[in-house]
């Protein structure tokens, strides 16, 4: 069991029977004699990624729910369904492209992702910060194009995504893209 004094970030809880996650918290003291301590806290679902504010009392306690996070490897996409494997169990499991959302354009064979198992069911997986992409197509730039302020432009990478790349890539070049925000970071040499 949880008490709110073990609250930290990334502390697990079940509340009303849904597993969350502790993103943030603050603790209110009494102004008043005989008033409670509270604590305010932001907390994510883990099965839907809604994030909740939920203010909770000194003392109230929480079971823990039954999640692990364990290495995952993207195999292959075949009839909508992205296959994955458990690098413990060895076990292959699938998603959707619904269920995977934006992740599905970094999805390059052979990455290593995070899944969330919960009560022995995997829920959700979660791709690396960064990833290394081949860019396969890129708008051409015009003479000019830095003068008007533009100082990106659209490419098109192997595995599916748009970003927005500096003028001087060329296809056929490597890039290293944060899959947080979509958006390129450096070329790979």
């Known amino acids: 069991m949880i008490s709110t004094s073990d609250f930290k970030r990334g502390a697990q809880i079940l509340v009303d029977g849904q597993p969350f996650t502790v993103l943030e ?62 690098q413990e169990s060895y076990e292959q499991f699938a998603f959707s492209a619904e269920a995977l959302g934006d992740a599905v354009g970094f999805l390059a064979e052979n990455t290593i992702v995070k899944s969330t198992i919960y009560n022995g069911a995997v829920v959700s997986i979660e791709l690396p910060q960064f990833v290394e992409v081949e860019v396969v197509e890129v708008e051409s730039a015009a003479r000019g194009d830095t003068a008007a302020g533009k100082v990106m432009k659209e490419a098109k990478v192997a595995t599916g995504a748009t970003v927005r790349v500096p003028l001087y890539l060329d296809s056929g070049e490597r890039i290293l893209v944060d899959t947080t925000t979509g958006e390129f970071v450096k070329r790979v040499r």
Do not use: C, M, W
Not at 43 to 53: A, G, K, N
């Open 25 to 86: 918290y603050s603790v209110q003291s009494p102004s008043a004699r005989g008033a409670a301590t509270l604590y305010r806290t932001k907390i994510r679902h883990i099965l839907t990624s809604q994030v909740l504010e939920k203010t909770f009392k000194a003392g109230d306690k929480f079971d823990e729910p039954d999640v692990e996070q364990r290495d995952a490897q993207y195999l292959y996409e075949g009839g909508g369904e992205y296959n994955f494997l458990d």
